[in-house]
Nanobody, 115 residues
Framework: QVQVVESGGGLVQPGGSLRLSCAAS????????VGWYRQAPGKQREFVAI???????NYGGSVKGRFTISRDYAKNTVYLQMNTLKPEDTGVYYC?????????WGQGTPVTVSS
């Protein structure tokens, strides 16, 4: 059984930083493309960042230059380093694993940016 688990969310002040983690059990995460998405209250889920299994990365326009996605192959984990956080970054952050027809989502970790 595949499980995708996000962690690292919380409350942070504007301008602060958080690092989210995405880990998987039941599969080798390293062979998947891993993406981060977020959903703010009352809004649609939106793309944040993705790292392909070859290491190529891509970012949503609103986070480019502030967020960094990376892999730790030894720990089978993908991270999202979020810097210079803004109130509009508030939302539930989800990890998604994709490979061919496989598509797995985690349950999300909440991030609140507020003073």
């Amino acid at each position: 059984q595949v499980q995708v688990v996000e962690s690292g969310g919380g409350l942070v002040q504007p301008g602060g930083s958080l690092r989210l983690s995405c880990a998987a059990s039941g599969i080798g995460l390293n062979i998947y493309s891993v993406g981060w998405y977020r959903q703010a209250p009352g809004k649609q889920r939106e793309f944040v960042a993705i790292i392909a299994n070859d290491g190529i990365t891509n970012y949503g326009g609103s986070v480019k230059g502030r967020f960094t996605i990376s892999r730790d192959y030894a720990k089978n984990t993908v991270y999202l380093q979020m810097n210079t956080l803004k109130p509009e970054d508030t939302g539930v952050y989800y990890c998604r694993l994709t490979k061919y027809r496989s598509d797995y989502w985690g349950q999300g970790t909440p991030v609140t940016v507020s003073s």
